[in-house]
């Protein structure tokens, strides 16, 4: 038994970084600086600077700004004129823009023929496009889409691969001022359809196919329908990847982007819309999150050049989709002068391993990935750090899911002991991290460092009180920049209120679980809307899943919570075999002696079912909502929208498991 005089002993870090790597992180710099300049505390490292960066919120996002040397060409009247959430009125009266801070490293002569961006696929080597080339293609292009009639506020579409072209598609609409929104070209029609035809876009860039898995795949018919169905459309922009002509009346992109022109930056308020995001719309239509010029750029100068500690030297890769926030978290890493590596193709062509090649051929500094990813590698038995040159790579980020313990172990001892591990954790909503990675602390395994700076960041428990150490939902309890300004076809905003102020009015509720620990790091549960219940106690889905996917034999698994209507409680587990493994009574014994001793025996699932596979959202998140409606007799039209879904076919397996059930 421990005492307040005799506290437990804090767990040992997996990794610690050394004095030199402190000194040297930006975030030291930054302290430093602001210290001088804001009154920050000069002492206490980063829990004294978190500390100060809530407290003093405004004092802190204006330290920011200064740091980085945000450009406003006009000043602003306050930092935070109203902190009322939702609603906050960050820095009114200034203007500035995005694409012109993207580009700014363009202007430095001894920077201007570095690479911008590196361009890998399954077929070649990496790819180089200069700075001063992605400038001026940018230029054109602006000035292109200004002859088109593209004005500040219209929206302009793409529906690209990781590529090149997207992100000069961005810049240039960001530097006139228009509103940009995308999706990857494995998303099919109806899927795109309910994401675009919300915002009414003037201009679609378009891919005529994709290559993946050692294939190309044709969407030319795609393209034709969703020309027809986007009626708002005034041009349509041809890219061809596969080496197609242009169809009728669409516009080559080459002829787009090959003059020489400067560019021009619209200046705009800080509140401008920047980009429209959008929820994996499992139930319903997608939301589309609008988040503005202003709030992003400092969102993301705060969390790519102070958390991810990137600047002019390194390289930034994560495997991403342009149908992912991490898309447009990847090419802000251009903010801070960095070379953003941009990776088109499968993750795991031509083997497992593939992603650890990409990292390798371009340099990468930060290796960005998802968590499924990791164990995936973990379980295909992949060895990063005897196969590959992965020398310059001085951390690996992970999100997605939480990372689960065993993948902590697994990138220490397969990547390199002394590696920085950054689990991280934020949402589309915001397009960042509520927490997740800090240079300059230890790592503790299946834990978050810490939370991000100028994130107000709790736990609280039903009643609305801040628990530490005791699971609770994860809320933000001041406002960040890049909140949503709205979502789109919200007028009176009450889609908005309700998606994250219905619990706790005024306070973000974003719908995880997490524990806050005593040491100040942050464990991630699983959704708090999917959650489990039993006999009143709460548990996460992650860590079962973490428990049950251990075992070589299963693949994949999907636990779901069931309050039947006679008051009982059924929690099934399905789980997707490891080819050659076999759902026999040993297995299943095997699976609930694992969850009952490394668990509880509350954990244990009532039934164990073999399922053909588990259902994704089209960003690779595990759908747990739409199949508890599913299991509940929610008729599946009505439990999720099929445009949102990786493998409807998989659902209807579901289906019949509650048809079966009665």
């Known amino acids: 038994m421990t005492s307040a005089a005799n506290p437990a002993p804090q767990p040992a870090p997996l990794w610690q970084p050394d004095s030199d790597r402190i000194a040297a992180a930006r975030i030291t710099r930054f302290q430093a600086w602001a210290a001088e300049r804001y009154g920050a505390p000069a002492e206490g490292g980063y829990p ?33 004129a109203d902190r009322t959430m939702p609603g906050a009125q960050w820095f009114p009266g200034a203007t500035l823009n995005y694409a012109e801070h993207a580009l700014r490293t363009a202007e430095d002569p001894a920077r201007a023929g570095d690479p911008a961006l590196l361009h890998v696929d399954e077929t070649h080597e990496p790819v180089e496009i200069s700075w001063s080339a992605l400038r001026r293609q940018v230029g054109s292009l602006a000035a292109q889409l200004r002859a088109l009639g593209v004005r500040p506020g219209d929206r302009v579409s793409g529906y690209l691969p990781n590529v090149p072209q997207a992100v000069t598609a961005l810049l240039a609409s960001a530097a006139v001022g228009a509103v940009w929104t995308s999706c990857a070209p494995d998303f099919g029609a109806r899927s795109v359809l309910d994401r675009f035809q919300q915002v009414e876009p003037v201009v679609l860039f378009a891919v005529d196919g994709y290559r993946y898995g050692g294939k190309e795949h044709d969407r030319t018919d795609v393209v034709a329908e969703l020309r027809r169905e986007l009626p708002t459309l005034r041009a349509v922009v041809h890219i061809p990847l596969l080496g197609t002509p242009a169809p009728e ?262 719908g995880d679980w997490i524990t806050i620990t005593d040491h100040g790091s942050v464990i991630i549960h699983g959704r708090s809307d999917s959650t489990l219940n039993r006999q009143g106690v709460r548990m996460g889905s992650a860590d079962i899943y973490e428990v049950v996917e251990r075992l070589p034999e299963i693949r994949e698994s999907l636990v779901i919570g069931l309050e039947e209507p006679d008051g009982g409680y059924w929690m099934p587990l399905f789980v997707h075999l490891a080819e050659g493994a076999v759902l026999d009574e040993a297995l299943r014994t095997r699976i609930k002696q694992a969850i009952r001793e490394q668990l509880s025996p509350r954990h244990v699932p009532d039934e164990i079912i073999e399922a053909p596979g588990v259902p994704h959202t089209l960003t690779g998140k595990r759908i747990e909502v739409p199949v508890k409606r599913l299991l509940q007799g929610t008729a599946l039209d009505k439990a999720v929208n099929p445009g949102s879904v990786d493998n409807l076919d998989l659902l209807r397996f579901y289906e019949d498991v509650a048809r079966k059930r009665g």
């Open 48 to 80: 004294a600077l978190h500390r100060w960066s809530v407290a003093e919120l405004d004092t802190f996002w204006q330290a920011v700004a200064d740091w980085f040397d945000i450009r406003f060409s006009s000043p602003y009247e306050a930092v935070l």
């Open 249 to 510: 009346g669409a516009l080559e992109w080459s002829a787009l982007t090959s003059d020489e022109v400067e560019p021009v930056f619209e200046q705009v308020p800080f509140d401008h819309p920047l980009w429209v995001l959008y929820s994996s719309g499992t139930t319903g239509l997608p939301k589309a999150i609008v988040q503005s010029q202003g709030g992003i750029l400092l969102e993301h100068f705060k969390q790519l050049g102070l958390h991810c500690d990137l600047g002019p030297e390194d390289r930034f890769f994560w495997y991403t989709s342009t149908g992912w926030m991490m898309w447009n978290f990847l090419v802000s890493g251009l903010l801070t002068g960095t070379t953003v590596v941009l990776y088109d193709g499968s993750p795991g062509y031509p083997d497992t391993g593939a992603q650890w090649g990409v990292a390798e051929r371009t340099g990468a500094t930060l290796f960005g990935t998802s968590a499924a990813y990791v164990m995936a590698c973990r379980k295909a038995d992949v060895h990063p750090g005897r196969d590959f040159d992965l020398s310059r790579v001085k951390g690996v980020a992970t999100t997605g899911s939480p990372l689960p313990p065993d993948g902590f172990r697994w990138l220490h001892d397969e990547v390199r002991e002394d590696l920085w591990i950054a689990s991280v954790s934020g949402g589309t909503d915001v397009c960042s991290c509520f927490a997740g990675a800090v240079p300059t602390l230890p790592v503790h395994i299946g834990e978050l460092q810490a939370p991000c700076l100028g994130t107000d960041l709790q736990a609280w428990d039903a009643q609305g009180r801040p628990v530490i150490g005791e699971v609770g939902e994860l809320v933000v309890t001041n406002p960040m920049p890049s909140m949503p300004i709205r979502f789109w076809n919200d007028p009176d905003g009450s889609r908005y209120r309700d998606s994250y102020f219905d619990m706790f009015p005024g306070v973000w509720r974003h």
